[in-house]
């Protein structure tokens, strides 16, 4: 499988960030230009300007990026000293500092650690000269005119290296495919996206909020958002049961010490919250459960025979996330995990570890997200933000692997994926819209076991070390909430829909009737509502069928008289009038047996 940053999408995309920092310079000559990469499924490019920008100036800057594109100007890539690229960018700040720091080692212009002094190159097409390392394309004519935009979605603030206390730019986004088709298919795409944004849908279906008093990023969940977090829990609870899995608790705080020894604190120090003094000793919010859940293991002797050990926890969590970095329910301060850790003897871990992969395509394929592929994530060579030996990563990744391909799935392997304490498997998947989502994930990990010094007594009667296998489905319960809402625009399985049915009666002579039946319907287990209000009989459909709610039952007066229903689907089928002992045989069929569909 490719790899995107060897494709020939990302050299075009690459070449159209320079062709679009030109057109911009021409018509400010004044601006700053900071970097430009290419990204998932576009391009961007950062700039000091003097002015906000229009939607005129976007389409000009457009046109003329279409102009140079036709000219047919080659990328020439240049090796020059660190000397040589200053005089080159003498007016250009934010390239001066990306020059510093490639002439004496520290981070690149994407803020990656880099070791030491690296080659310095620009690439020069036209007028226009920028500090690259590239790939890009020969000629700007490999470059589609016409599948190309900027204008597509307008520029935004971004801080200078990500650092909120630096220069706040204006980044201007764009899009670039081989073809014009490609590129209407994306646009069709994105319009999609917006409909389904669960920044919207959300709220308006009263899922959950966000109040500045509160806080940023840290969502409120309102009463339709609470019920449908405790149907996924329950969900995942129930089968966790039937698998060995044990419930734990664990307090939101706990001392620094733990995730010192943990090494959390020291590797992820930045995305952590100030620890705070109490009673003379240093405190945090809890940033991960892990170090919680293995002093609920070692506060007792195991003998191998108590092994495996499954002890699950939906735990919330608290990271910094930079304002900037906040995006509705995916990125956010506060969140709770569905986390398990599971310690095991190593005669027990491929079995583990297959269970759990069986446990993650039994709830993803249930919620009707069968579309996924895997990716065993391992170490960066290059890097050295890894703990443990070499033996024992070898030994870790080899049983995913192992594990993987006894199972039958299909991978990838990525450099730089794992997590600091071992390699892991993640699952990614592919919502409604074909966008890429990393869910699941499972992790073999040797070194806390070590760190924490746990043990277990072998049937040898020594001490030993037991695996740690760290694992969750969900992820964070807030994020696969947002995919859920876009996956489905708002639109749940009739399982999951916070309100099941609605009940309207046409006149006010009907609503004894429908509160008759909500009382058997509620007697079942179903979740209703009855709509009293002094709305028009389309009024309320309209209502419903906004707050996407699977069943609406219509009453009139010859319904009263049959006892029955007028059954109209969210959808807008209608089902027709039915006695009521017959709807509730339809839609508990469809809810116990958690079907995808209303019919």
């Known amino acids: 499988m490719e790899r995107y940053q060897d494709s020939q999408l990302y050299r075009i995309r690459h070449s159209a960030a320079h062709v ?136 935004a603030g971004a801080y200078w290296r990500g650092d909120e206390k630096r220069e706040m730019l204006t980044r201007i986004y764009g899009t670039a495919w081989e073809t014009p088709e490609q590129l209407q298919e994306y646009l069709e795409l994105l319009e999609e996206a917006k409909r389904r944004d669960h920044r919207v849908i959300g709220p308006a279906l009263g899922l959950f909020t966000f109040d500045p008093l509160v806080g940023k990023g840290l969502p409120l969940w309102k009463p339709n958002g609470a019920v449908l977090r405790d149907l996924l829990e329950r969900f995942l609870r129930e089968v966790q049961i039937e698998r060995g899995y044990q419930p734990v608790i664990t307090p939101h705080i706990a001392r620094v010490a733990l995730y010192e020894r943990s090494g959390h604190y020291p590797y992820y120090k930045d995305s952590q919250y100030a620890p705070f003094e109490v009673e003379g000793d240093l405190y945090m919010l809890k940033p991960m459960n892990c170090p919680h859940h293995i002093h609920i293991y070692k506060d007792d002797l195991h003998s191998y025979r108590d092994l495996p050990i499954r002890l699950a926890e939906f735990g919330t969590v608290y990271r910094y996330e930079k304002s900037g970095e906040l995006h509705g329910l995916t990125r956010v301060r506060g969140f709770t995990q569905d986390d398990a850790h599971i310690f095991c003897t190593p005669e027990q871990l491929e079995d583990e ?12 394929n249930g919620l009707g997200l069968s579309d996924y592929r895997a990716r065993i994530g391992v170490r960066d060579p290059e890097s050295d933000k890894y703990v443990g030996s ?14 993987a ?143 996407k709610v699977p069943w609406m039952l219509i009453m009139g007066d010859r319904d009263v008289a049959a006892g029955a229903v007028s059954v109209r689907l969210r959808g807008g089928e209608d089902l027709g009038a039915m006695p009521v002992a017959n709807f509730l045989e339809l839609a508990l069929r469809i809810v116990e047996s958690k079907a995808l569909e209303l019919s």
Not at 353 to 364: A, K, S, T, Y
Not at 390 to 403: G, H, L, N, S, Y
Not at 405 to 428: M, N, S
């Open 405 to 547: 391909d006894k199972r039958g799935l299909e991978y990838t392997v990525e450099e730089g994926e794992a997590a600091f304490y071992g390699p892991k498997l993640d699952f990614i998947i592919r919502d409604a819209l074909k966008r890429e989502w990393q869910v699941s994930t499972v992790q073999v990990d040797y070194n806390l076991p070590e760190r924490f010094e746990l043990e277990y007594i072998g049937a040898d009667n020594d001490r030993h070390r037991p695996i740690m296998i760290h694992r969750a489905l969900y992820g964070s319960m807030e994020r696969f909430v947002a995919v859920l809402v876009e996956h489905y625009a708002g639109a749940f399985p009739a399982w999951l829909a916070p309100i099941q049915v609605v009940l309207i009666p046409i006149a006010d002579r009907h609503i004894e009737y429908a509160e008759q039946i909500a009382a058997q319907l509620r007697e079942k287990g179903l979740r209703v509502q009855v709509d009293a209000s002094s709305n028009r009989m389309g009024a309320k459909i309209r209502q419903a069928t906004q707050q």
């Open 20 to 155: 679009m920092a030109q057109a911009v310079l021409e018509k400010f000559p004044e601006a700053k230009i900071a970097i430009g990469p290419p990204i998932e499924d576009g391009f961007y490019y950062d700039f000091d300007l003097p002015r906000p920008l229009t939607e005129d100036d976007l389409r000009e800057i457009e046109a003329r990026m279409k102009e140079i594109i036709r000219e047919g100007h080659e990328f020439v890539r240049k090796v020059v000293s660190a000397e040589e690229a200053r005089r080159i960018f003498a007016d250009q700040p934010y390239k001066l500092e990306l020059i510093e720091g490639l002439e004496k080692g520290g981070t690149d212009e994407h803020g990656e650690k880099i070791e030491g002094p690296v080659e310095i190159s620009t690439y020069t097409h036209d007028t226009f000269e920028d500090l690259c390392r590239g790939p890009h394309v020969p000629n700007t004519r490999e470059i589609n005119p016409d599948a190309l935009s900027i204008t597509f979605k307008p520029p």
């Open 353 to 364: 570890f297959l269970g759990v992969v069986d446990l993650v395509e039994f709830i993803l």
């Open 390 to 403: 070499d033996e024992v990563w070898e030994q870790a990744t080899q049983a995913i692997i192992r594990a």
